[in-house]
């Protein structure tokens, strides 16, 4: 019998343990496989309802998956370390099998429950699936990790990639009446301690993600690198929270966007790469966070001073809210909270504007996001945050500081996207919105009596983060 644990591998095909499970069993007269999930208290403590919400529905649909074929997804809560041997002895498993996960966190846990199978004798293996090629194969001529992108990017391009793993025959699977344990049932977000999100969300599971992925490469991913930066273009795939849970697999994402290579002119084939190449920048930060997993709440480039970041909650909250009085940055902040969601280039500038305007601590940020974004991934978050605040791997240089006007005006020059998601903006000419922070007070009660006033100006603040790098740097 192979136990296959799943983790942030919520699917059923092009999943590379389960193969390996599945095959296995095949290869075994009286083998078979049967999946758990496991819900760790010591994950859970860190996640926010959205993404909790976005777990639930996915495991219910490959609850559902499994069923239809006979076999069985147990679930079960408590310390994986208990858990896993617990539930592997129960069954008479020969093996246990995951999918590798990055973070320090995890790959402590599962350095645990691979000792606690060792001790009870039961033979266990991971496998790299969540990426295409895995921390330690994309290195520098020296052997060394990358620490800037363009190199690795290349070289990521230009590897073989795995087709997707085929999905278990379904007289491979074993069904929980066979193995005399109950399945367990699914827990509600109340019985895990968790309040219905606030966001609303897009549907969750392998269904709705391959649903997306159809639709963006008949799309989307023609005109990506024309239209990403843009919000309302909708020209991205919104895979992210798919790709952090995996309900769907990353070869079958990779070779779905191949496959619109057929029907592009050269120009296109320019965008599906960019496209492809955010798929690279994901496991540029995956690899980031597996050689050097202190960057969770460490900053990767060290200065020579600490950077004095200030602490003002009155500012932290506004910026939370979205009632900063920075009609892109608001919008980006109410977005997150109304859909769990915040375009990539709305991420980048609310997070430039939290680190070098309000000049407080990218951590700030970075615990808001992984509270509220659906597609909260730690690689990313962190590297997003970090490269925002100067002090990441190939980060945005100290003195590159977004200036929140000009990239409302350049990336929403309607004020389309403002005015979705600030209301008290929703009849306010473009122009006006645009400068707001230089209208009167009197133009400003006029144009929209209940929109904030700028909480800071712009640029004051942008002298005082020079300064405040310039400090950190010696200088
Ligand atoms: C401050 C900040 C925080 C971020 N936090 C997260 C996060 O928690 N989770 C997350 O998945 N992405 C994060 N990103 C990256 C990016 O904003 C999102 O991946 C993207 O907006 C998701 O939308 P999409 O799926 O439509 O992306 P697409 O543009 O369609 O990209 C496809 C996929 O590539 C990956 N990707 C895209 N851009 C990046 C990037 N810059 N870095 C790493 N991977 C990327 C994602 O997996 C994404 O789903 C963050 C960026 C910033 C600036």
Redo the contacts with the bound molecule.
């Keep these: 019998m192979q136990l296959h644990w799943h983790r942030r591998d919520l699917r059923g095909s092009d999943n590379r343990a389960l193969t390996a499970a599945s095959e296995a069993a095949e290869a075994d007269s009286d083998g078979s496989v049967v999946a758990l999930f496991v819900f760790d208290p010591g994950v859970l403590k860190h996640a926010g309802s959205p993404r909790v919400s976005y777990l639930l529905e996915s495991l219910a649909e490959l609850r559902q998956w499994y069923r239809e074929r006979g076999g069985e997804l147990l679930v079960r809560r408590g310390d994986p370390e208990i858990v896993v041997p617990e539930m592997a002895e129960a069954i008479k498993a020969d093996r246990v099998v995951w999918n590798r996960d990055y973070s320090g966190l995890a790959r402590k846990r599962d350095a645990r429950v691979r000792t606690a199978l060792n001790d009870i004798g039961i033979s266990r293996a991971s496998f790299h699936d969540a990426i295409c090629h895995e921390p330690g194969s994309i290195t520098t001529n020296q052997g060394e990790p990358y620490s800037v992108f363009t190199y690795f990017g290349r070289k990521w391009h230009d590897r073989h990639k795995d087709a997707p793993y085929p999905a278990p025959d379904a007289d491979v699977l074993a069904d929980a009446e066979r193995l005399a344990v109950e399945a367990g049932d699914l827990p509600t977000l109340a019985e895990l301690g968790f309040d219905e999100p606030e966001a609303d969300l897009l549907a969750a599971g392998t269904e709705a993600s391959r649903r997306r992925l159809e639709a963006?490469c008949e799309d989307?991913v023609y005109r990506?690198d024309d239209d990403?930066d843009y919000p309302t273009r909708k020209s991205?795939?919104?895979?992210?929270a798919d790709?952090?849970y995996g309900t769907v697999g990353i070869r079958e994402v990779y070779w779905k966007t191949e496959s619109a290579r057929e029907d592009a002119t050269e120009a296109e084939v320019e965008q599906i790469e960019e496209?492809q190449s955010?798929?690279a920048?994901?496991e540029?930060?995956t690899h980031v966070l597996w050689f050097t997993p202190e960057v969770v709440s460490e900053n990767y480039k060290e200065y020579e001073n600490e950077i004095g970041w200030e602490q003002d909650e009155d500012l932290l909250e506004a910026w939370k809210d979205g009632r900063t009085g920075y009609p892109i940055v608001d919008a980006g902040m109410r977005q997150l909270r109304t859909e769990g969601?915040?375009?990539?280039r709305v991420?980048?500038i609310?997070?430039s504007f939290l680190t070098k305007d309000l000049l407080i601590d990218w951590r700030e940020?970075y615990d808001w996001?992984r509270k509220k974004?659906v597609?909260?991934?730690t690689?990313?978050?962190n590297?997003?945050?970090q490269?925002?605040a100067s002090t990441g791997t190939d980060a945005q240089p100290y003195f590159r500081i977004f200036n929140p006007m000009t990239q409302g005006e350049r990336y929403d020059p309607n004020a389309e996207y403002i005015k979705k998601y600030v209301e008290e903006l929703a009849e306010t000419d473009p122009e006006v919105i645009h400068n707001w922070h230089e209208a009167s007070l009197t133009q400003r009660r006029n144009a929209a009596p209940e929109y904030p006033d700028p909480i800071v100006d712009h640029s004051k603040r942008r002298e005082k983060a020079l300064a405040m790098f310039e400090a950190a740097r010696g200088e």
């Design positions: 963006f989307g990506y990403r991205t795939s919104r895979l992210s790709l952090k496209f955010q798929l920048w994901r540029f930060y969601f915040m375009h990539n991420r980048m609310v997070a940020g996001f974004l597609d909260h991934d690689a990313n978050d590297g997003g945050w490269w925002a």
